[in-house]
């Protein structure tokens, strides 16, 4: 409020009101720049780079992205066992590869989701050991059979996690058809062929908790988050590795 010079009727006129007499609104003062809601830009180019986000994950392209990070994985660990034993190369590939298919905005609020990562990081690392002494259907280089079995587990698991996404993806996602969705199965399954067997079954285990998240999602009708979507991506990821670890020394 801010007080104005009345007129002489004004102090003639006592009982007049003040706020008709003596007082005169002022226009509100501007909210601080703090509060104020973002500009339409801004907002715009938000959205702009969530859905390019999205379309990274979900495109029929994804499991590339799955391959180059099983590569990186695969490599590291090829060098790191150079220097050190094979389970200290394994915790490091595997730290390399949670950098780059973790979300650190978004970590899991509830002690559960937490659990599951932590029991599925295990899962992975005993199976990751006991997979590093296996042997390819054909000749290959010492110590690269790892690489190429983190490949196949991250390209199917990947994979996987689009089929999700077509089925039970959010609204504002950017839907995938049945053209996009069989290319990014064909080219997230293709790697675990070079496996023989092993790799066909590791497969069918992935594909086995891929449809069980379907399932979950269609059943109690919900969508799938970028919560769930990491945690298809996990899930399926050490179920290809205990099932190619099952039936490798079966050949």
């Not at 002489?8 to 609104?25: I, K, N, Q």
């Not at 590093?132 to 587990?153: D, Q």
């Not at 293709?190 to 079954?201: D, F, K, N, S, T």
């Not at 109690?220 to 179920?239: H, N, P, R, W």
Request: hydrophobic letters at 55%; a positive charge; glycine letters at 10%.
């Amino acid at each position: 409020m801010k007080r104005n010079l009345p007129g002489p009727e004004g102090l003639a006129t006592r009982g007049a009101s003040a706020v008709l007499r003596g007082l005169a609104v002022g226009p509100p003062r501007p909210a601080p720049r703090a509060l104020h809601p973002l500009p339409r830009a801004a907002n715009a180019a938000h959205v702009e780079y969530s859905d390019r986000l999205q379309v990274r994950v979900t495109g029929q392209f994804a499991p590339l992205t799955g391959i180059l990070i099983g590569a990186l994985g695969g490599a590291i660990y090829w060098l790191a066992v150079q220097i050190w034993p094979s389970s200290v190369a394994v915790i490091l590939s595997m730290g390399a590869t949670a950098l780059l298919t973790t979300e650190f905005g978004a970590l899991p609020a509830t002690r559960l989701d937490l659990l599951g990562r932590v029991l599925c990081l295990l899962i992975k690392y005993n199976a990751l050991m006991a997979l590093s002494a296996a042997k390819l259907p054909f000749a290959a280089p010492a110590n690269t059979p790892l690489a190429l079995i983190m490949i196949c587990g991250y390209a199917a698991s990947f994979a996987l996690q689009v089929s999700v996404m077509a089925t039970r993806g959010e609204r504002s996602a950017p839907k995938v058809g049945a053209g996009p969705l069989s290319l990014a199965l064909l080219i997230g399954f293709a790697p675990a062929v070079l496996l023989g067997i092993p790799g066909l079954m590791g497969l069918a285990a992935a594909l086995v908790a891929g449809l069980g998240f379907i399932a979950v999602f269609k059943y109690k009708k919900i969508s799938a988050t970028g919560a769930s979507q990491d945690a298809t991506q996990l899930v399926t990821e050490a179920c290809f590795y205990l099932g190619a670890l099952a039936t490798w020394k079966y050949v």
